[in-house]
């Protein structure tokens, strides 16, 4: 490859780079942050588009669930090296067919997503905690598991990750359940919680939360503190430097949004970080910057 080819493809990446970060923020947390070194910036970048193609089949309101599983097994092929469906296809590029050890790892966290999106293809009620967590460690944990392979970072950092990981899933799912349930047939929140309290599913789409339902919400960011406690010390187990501040940023915006659903009602209107937040973030992750 020439230098001005290895340059136009930089610049496709950072470009690409910049529209991710974008579409991060409206989700809440870092995805393809420039914090990044280039070598991984570009596999994130592939990465992001799979997942969001594996998404978006899975959300598709007017498809019916055995043409989302047909689509999505189509996506798997793919990724497996059978078939050029992009973007999967890219994604296997852009990890060199799994050639290293790490290069494999993060395509098998890719393959793992498929799994959840399998499951939300036909809707989804998790009948308690443990539910719930089986379903972050295949639609949240491959993320982080991606990111820690294209580093090349150690298995010290997987349990802490696994951590921040679910609970930014969780933290989502409690922003959206209104438009989980409405539009989607899905209910996150823990079954045996619902029942115990005395919610309905009916509930999550009312106006404001029901007592009852508040103290759902109340009991699932309980368990959330703990996942985030259990994260807490990802950040000095991260030996990158980009991908160490990006981990303190994402931690600390996890705790805000935490915060915010604490004393906010995400029925009665949308609770969501601000570019305050982000910024605060930003400045937090610099003391892990040496």
Request: net charge neutral.
């Amino acid at each position: 490859m020439t230098l001005a080819e290895e340059r136009r493809n930089e610049t496709r990446t950072d470009r690409a780079t910049t529209d991710l970060d974008r579409a991060a923020r409206r989700e809440n947390f870092p995805v393809a942050s420039r914090l990044l070194p280039p070598h991984a910036r570009g596999k994130v970048v592939a990465f992001y588009r799979f997942a969001r193609a594996a998404d978006d089949i899975a959300d598709d309101p007017d498809a019916l669930p055995e043409a989302k599983l047909g689509r999505l097994d189509a996506l798997d092929r793919a990724l497996s090296g059978q078939g050029g469906k992009e973007p999967a296809a890219a994604l296997r590029r852009a990890l060199d067919d799994g050639r290293t050890p790490s290069d494999a790892t993060a395509l098998a966290a890719a393959g793992e997503l498929l799994v959840a999106f399998r499951r939300d293809a036909g809707g989804i009620a998790c009948a308690d905690w443990a539910d719930l967590m089986a379903y972050c460690d295949v639609s949240a944990a491959p993320v982080g598991r991606f990111l820690l392979a294209v580093h090349g970072e150690d298995a010290v950092t997987h349990g802490p990750s696994d951590a921040l990981c679910a609970a930014l899933q969780v933290l989502n799912h409690l922003q959206d359940i209104a438009q989980d349930h409405r539009d989607l047939a899905r209910r996150y929140l823990p079954g045996d919680w619902m029942a115990a309290e005395g919610a309905a599913d009916a509930d999550l789409v009312g106006p404001a939360l029901t007592p009852a339902l508040r103290r759902v919400v109340d009991r699932t960011l309980e368990a959330t503190d703990a996942l985030l406690t259990e994260a807490a010390p990802l950040p000095t187990l991260i030996a990158a430097r980009g991908l160490r501040m990006q981990a303190a940023a994402t931690v600390a915006l996890a705790r805000r949004l935490h915060a915010l659903l604490r004393r906010g009602d995400p029925l009665a209107r949308r609770v969501a970080l601000r570019r305050a937040d982000f910024a605060r973030a930003g400045l937090s992750s610099l003391w892990f910057a040496p």
